[in-house]
């Protein structure tokens, strides 16, 4: 077989083609699935089909019986799953120093291990080679857009944003705000916090690829005041690129509740300390919710802020268990996210496995339909990025993920045995992990011929896509 081409720049347009067309099987949503294994008038599957990109945008997908003509340049992906890269909207780029660590709860967790992992983020340089070491591993794993925590340190999230343009990637992250209760090395100030933002937003919000998010890490990290001042900044930018993100953590613990009481006991619950600060609305992302009540899910669908679904997480540390239907019932948006490194695998199929097994304990049952579309299209409406993000409609970033239905002779005889799709997309959802990605394109860009080799014993030669012949 004749090797691939040369991998053009991550953030440029392919030199020699502008046109590209992927020949697999095509997967993408174009609706909400719902929860029912029968979903077929909501997804679009194309075995060996063609997604046509052209100039890093999705021009069209095709079913095999229409090739694009000679003009375009093909690669041959035949027998793989083509599908959207994964959105995570709730992940923490210095936790991969302590994804793993045993034996605590989430309070005890944050300070055996968190704190002291963030702290070494003040140097510039750990920033750094941190944020590069974090983006990588993402799009190894199959994810291409992300909402990211950085640490307090300014330089941790600029270097976020510096790596994440040079690799062309759907970026949302900022500082974070702590003005109490943590460690001194940890500890900004209203003042000083609210200078960092502005700059930060300043000069990344909005860019290329880019957005800000407000960061406050909890309500129990951050005095009244530092609370108005985030409430502030989302209002002073309303107007700008869409408004600012605000991230943050939400009753995922009932240590943690019991404590956000104590520090505010004027407010009717852990939710509503949020509220009365501004800090919810439609680009308001929060995770866990596990010990939310009535009101506060109503409050959630008012305002439109969501909650990101943390299963794994959840389970690792002992949290609780997340109801997705009551949320559901209550018009409360919800996606899945890995919040590693309270989760143990950046890899939003673990997220999807660990998920069903949370509903299940609940008597729920999540299809994989409604698992792919949440990390996929769902996420990316929920983010306000659909027209972006998360598809393959006509004029989409061409942001693809390229996935081995089975890695190892035990996935391959489940697929085998599948007498459905949705029945072998759940099995491949169930048993599959990073080791099933074969190639990822940011923006029609493959940017790491490195992950298409990652599966042991096999000859890169043999892996790659292949030229077809016109």
């Given at each position: 077989m004749s090797s691939p081409a040369a991998t053009p720049r991550p953030n440029q347009p392919h030199a020699s083609n502008p046109r590209l067309a992927l020949c697999g099987d095509i997967l993408h949503f174009l609706r909400d699935p719902g929860w029912s294994e029968d979903a077929a008038d909501a997804v679009q599957f194309e075995p060996d089909g063609w997604l046509l990109i052209e100039h890093g945008r999705v021009h069209a997908v095709h079913p095999a019986d229409d090739p694009p003509d000679a003009s375009w340049a093909r690669q041959d992906w035949r027998g793989r799953l083509i599908m959207p890269g994964f959105i995570d909207p709730h992940v923490h780029a210095p936790q991969l120093d302590v994804i793993a660590s045993f034996g605590a709860a989430l309070l005890d967790w944050l300070e055996r291990y968190t704190f002291p992992a963030e702290a070494r983020y003040a140097d510039p340089e750990q920033s750094r080679l941190g944020a590069e070491r974090f983006l990588h591993a993402l799009l190894a794993h199959g994810t291409t857009s992300a909402l990211v925590y950085a640490t307090v340190h300014k330089t941790s999230a600029e270097a976020?944003?510096?790596?994440?343009?040079?690799?062309?990637?759907?970026?949302?992250?900022?500082?974070?705000?702590?003005?109490?209760?943590?460690?001194?090395?940890?500890?900004?100030?209203v003042e000083q916090a609210e200078r960092d933002c502005v700059d930060l937003i300043e000069r990344w919000h909005g860019?290329?690829?880019?957005?800000?998010?407000?960061?406050?890490?909890?309500?129990?990290?951050?005095?009244?005041?530092?609370?108005?001042?985030?409430?502030?900044?989302?209002?002073?930018?309303?107007?700008?690129?869409?408004?600012?993100y605000m991230q943050t953590h939400v009753a995922e613990n009932r240590d943690e509740v019991r404590w956000v009481a104590e520090l505010f006991p004027e407010s009717r619950s852990y939710l509503d300390v949020y509220a009365a600060h501004g800090l919810l609305g439609a680009r308001s992302v929060l995770a866990h919710g596990i010990w939310l009540d009535d009101a506060d899910r109503a409050l959630l669908a008012q305002t439109g802020a969501q909650i990101a679904f943390c299963p794994s997480s959840n389970l690792f540390l002992g949290s609780g268990l997340f109801d997705w239907g009551r949320a559901r019932a209550a018009g409360v948006r919800v996606t899945p996210a890995s919040d590693v490194g309270g989760g143990t695998s950046l890899c939003a199929l673990r997220t999807l496995a660990d998920g069903y097994k949370v509903l299940a304990l609940q008597g729920q049952r999540l299809p994989a339909w409604q698992a792919l579309y949440a990390v996929t299209l769902g996420a990316a409406q929920a983010l306000g990025l659909a027209h972006e993000i998360g598809h393959f409609a006509a004029g989409t970033l061409a942001d693809v993920v390229v996935w081995r239905w089975a890695d190892g002779p035990v996935q391959q005889r489940r697929q085998d045995m599948a007498r459905s799709l949705h029945e072998r997309l759940f099995a491949w959802m169930s048993l599959a992990d990073e080791r099933n990605v074969a190639a990822v394109y940011l923006r029609g860009c493959r940017i790491s011929a490195a992950v298409a080799h990652r599966h042991a014993g096999a000859a890169p030669g043999h892996l790659g896509p292949q030229p077809i012949a016109p």
């Amino acid at each position: 077989m004749s090797s691939p081409a040369a991998t053009p720049r991550p953030n440029q347009p392919h030199a020699s083609n502008p046109r590209l067309a992927l020949c697999g099987d095509i997967l993408h949503f174009l609706r909400d699935p719902g929860w029912s294994e029968d979903a077929a008038d909501a997804v679009q599957f194309e075995p060996d089909g063609w997604l046509l990109i052209e100039h890093g945008r999705v021009h069209a997908v095709h079913p095999a019986d229409d090739p694009p003509d000679a003009s375009w340049a093909r690669q041959d992906w035949r027998g793989r799953l083509i599908m959207p890269g994964f959105i995570d909207p709730h992940v923490h780029a210095p936790q991969l120093d302590v994804i793993a660590s045993f034996g605590a709860a989430l309070l005890d967790w944050l300070e055996r291990y968190t704190f002291p992992a963030e702290a070494r983020y003040a140097d510039p340089e750990q920033s750094r080679l941190g944020a590069e070491r974090f983006l990588h591993a993402l799009l190894a794993h199959g994810t291409t857009s992300a909402l990211v925590y950085a640490t307090v340190h300014k330089t941790s999230a600029e270097a976020l944003f510096e790596v994440g343009q040079r690799l062309g990637m759907r970026l949302i992250t900022g500082k974070v705000l702590m003005d109490r209760n943590c460690p001194d090395d940890l500890r900004d100030d209203v003042e000083q916090a609210e200078r960092d933002c502005v700059d930060l937003i300043e000069r990344w919000h909005g860019v290329d690829r880019l957005a800000y998010a407000v960061t406050p890490r909890f309500a129990a990290t951050s005095s009244p005041a530092q609370l108005a001042m985030a409430g502030r900044l989302l209002d002073a930018y309303r107007d700008r690129d869409g408004g600012l993100y605000m991230q943050t953590h939400v009753a995922e613990n009932r240590d943690e509740v019991r404590w956000v009481a104590e520090l505010f006991p004027e407010s009717r619950s852990y939710l509503d300390v949020y509220a009365a600060h501004g800090l919810l609305g439609a680009r308001s992302v929060l995770a866990h919710g596990i010990w939310l009540d009535d009101a506060d899910r109503a409050l959630l669908a008012q305002t439109g802020a969501q909650i990101a679904f943390c299963p794994s997480s959840n389970l690792f540390l002992g949290s609780g268990l997340f109801d997705w239907g009551r949320a559901r019932a209550a018009g409360v948006r919800v996606t899945p996210a890995s919040d590693v490194g309270g989760g143990t695998s950046l890899c939003a199929l673990r997220t999807l496995a660990d998920g069903y097994k949370v509903l299940a304990l609940q008597g729920q049952r999540l299809p994989a339909w409604q698992a792919l579309y949440a990390v996929t299209l769902g996420a990316a409406q929920a983010l306000g990025l659909a027209h972006e993000i998360g598809h393959f409609a006509a004029g989409t970033l061409a942001d693809v993920v390229v996935w081995r239905w089975a890695d190892g002779p035990v996935q391959q005889r489940r697929q085998d045995m599948a007498r459905s799709l949705h029945e072998r997309l759940f099995a491949w959802m169930s048993l599959a992990d990073e080791r099933n990605v074969a190639a990822v394109y940011l923006r029609g860009c493959r940017i790491s011929a490195a992950v298409a080799h990652r599966h042991a014993g096999a000859a890169p030669g043999h892996l790659g896509p292949q030229p077809i012949a016109p």
